[in-house]
């Protein structure tokens, strides 16, 4: 965004070239937007924690670092509080995932966590592969190394594990450094990965000799259907993320990552230079969070809200679109994937969206390259029912006032001025492969 730019720098030239490598992130740039009241966000990913007892909460802070003591303020271990690391663990053995504290390390977010497997597996020019569309935040942590990021093709059930399998083969054994993937839930598509393809998928990985990576936030928020067990479950040797952020407090900034113990003490060297230790204030507030307040109830309301507001904007999006237009329909987690048609840039109409008063990501931010033009991300997580409704409102004004002059150029003979890359798009024809027609 403008407003963000340096308009003389003094150190120009002089920067790594890896600056030139690092990503924005759209969701962040549209912070600022959606602050404002006029503007309904559809963009940010933020939990909605207004059902946590703050009240129980500030005591338990307060009592936290009475009978901590300075503990609670004080520097630790760089892999975490064994008291955390025996709190993950429990969680963790609720899901299948059988380990001890020495299986995992604590990081500041699981975006820390992306961060250092960047820079422990990838150089310049190393393949990872990832579903497409995939995080941006991964994708912006991932930029710093350089990777050459390929997406694998996947639909409603998750990655395709004949399109992986079909890449792997030709890389080669470890001719990959990661597999990426969000298997609950995904961000962006809220895709969730079967069963079937979980297995496969850590078969493949285990065959290839490749680091499968199971990036898991959002798999604690379902709202129908049957969990899924983790892929972790199944293979020691998966790297699992996950975070307090969606179901405690993203301002915690506290994850973990379970792996096997060499990752592990490589991972401890990254945090060491990153950050020395995860705060113990946060560890302290989340240890007790767990064991002392009935996060199961606040889940269960926060679940329901979630639930309502991702009818919400289904429910809308299907009185308001014909089936020129595409979505998901996700079990659980906080998005849904948006496709146009092909001659839509949705990097173009934010700004007229942004004055029409609603904030969404444009799909290209979900793709390392230029995939994803007509497509958008849109979370219903944060917003309530009727600014949600509100919100797939005015998307529909913008879309039918170009949908509009298409069609009005069509009929006279003539295309509108569309930019290169959306002009690619109709030939390319990318549909979201999953996307309900309609409904
Ligand atoms: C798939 C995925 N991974 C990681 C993160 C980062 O989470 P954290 O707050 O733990 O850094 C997010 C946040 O939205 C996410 O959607």
Redesign the pocket.
Known sequence: MGSSRIAFDPWEGSYAPRMEHLRRSAVRDLFAAISRPDVIGLSG?SPDISSLPLDEVSEMAARAIREEGVKALQYGGSEGRVEMRETVCRLLAEDGIDVTPDDLILTA????A?DFLGRMFVSPGDVVLCEGPT?L??LQALSAYEPRIVCVEMDEDGMVPEALEERLRELGPRGAKLIYT?PNF??PTGATLSLERRRRIVELARAYEVPLVE?D??GRLRYEGEHVPPMRSMDDGVIY?G???KIFA?GL?L?WMVAPRPVLARANLCLQGAGLCVSALSQVMAERYFREVDWRSVMERTRAVYRERRDAMLDALARTFGPEVRWTWPKGGFFVWLTLPPYFDTDQILSHALRRGVAYVPGTNCYPDERGASSMRIAFCYETPERIREAIARLADVVSDRMGLYRAFMAAGALPEEPARATRQLGEHYPSPFATEGK
């Open positions: 990913g977010g699981s975006q820390q992306l995080y935040g991964a969000i995904q961000n990036d936030p959002y993320l975070t307090t952020s993203p900034r994850a």
